[in-house]
């Protein structure tokens, strides 16, 4: 149970460290310009505080909180979902579609070409276990090689002309799969739920982890391993 806790407390780590007022602060350490009157530890002791502060409000929620680890169940996965939800609400952290946001925008900065940036896409959401369960990443590619195929050329982000003629295409895959940009706060719920799936997997697989390697010590060898849907996190904080 040590091996979640301190998941979570990366997570938070992570997490506090992207948020915005540490980011700056970050651009300017990189740039040797630092602001009038910040010191690097000065910087350093804010970013610890408020790391030590929004651990202490998620392990405050998680005393209260039951999760269930139990990924095939959508209830559990559903109320793990509002679990961590109102712990970044309460921690002041990114949710799930912010921080899927702040990586892309950071990993993807530097791409020029449109093939490059939607290979990118792909990689990111295969490193944070989410599924393409409709196809969509095979139908955007279809659609970015109709668009070079009527440029005559590769399709640069910087082209704007192309750029439109690939949103125009982007449109028309929409409307087939049936996405609607007004039911966006919906499709971010399902997001949710499925992030919080690949996590509650995570989390059962790592209690397996550890209780494998609880059982070769020879004072447990003897005893039988629980089911980790048993397992009542609150016991262990």
Do not use: C, W
């Amino acid at each position: 149970m040590s091996r979640i806790l301190s998941r979570s407390t990366r997570q938070i780590y992570n997490q506090s460290i992207l948020q915005p007022h540490h980011a700056v602060s970050a651009r300017f350490y990189a740039k040797e310009a630092v602001p009038k009157g910040l010191k690097g530890d000065e910087m350093l002791k804010g970013i610890f505080f408020d790391v030590k502060k929004k651990f202490e409000t998620a392990i405050g929620i998680l005393r209260k909180e039951k999760i269930t680890i139990d990924p095939e169940d959508p209830a559990a996965v559903s109320q793990y979902a509002k679990v961590m939800k109102t712990i970044r609400e309460k921690a002041d952290l990114f949710s799930e579609s912010q921080r899927i946001q702040y990586t892309i925008k950071t990993r993807t900065d530097g791409i020029q070409d449109a093939r490059s940036y939607l290979l990118a896409l792909k990689e990111i959401r295969l490193k944070r276990g989410l599924t393409d369960e409709i196809g969509v990443e095979g139908m955007m590619m279809e659609a970015l090689e109709k668009v070079e195929k009527e440029l005559k050329k590769p399709l640069m982000r910087n082209d704007k002309k192309g750029m439109a003629l690939l949103m125009t295409e982007f449109e028309k895959v929409n409307q087939k799969l049936g996405i609607r940009k007004e039911e966006l706060p919906k499709y971010e719920e399902q997001l949710e739920l499925k992030i919080a799936k690949a996590q509650l997997e995570e989390l059962k697989k790592e209690a397996h982890e550890a209780m494998d390697t609880q059982k070769k010590r020879e004072e447990f060898k003897d005893e039988e391993m629980v089911d980790v849907k048993s397992l009542d996190i609150r016991n262990f904080i």
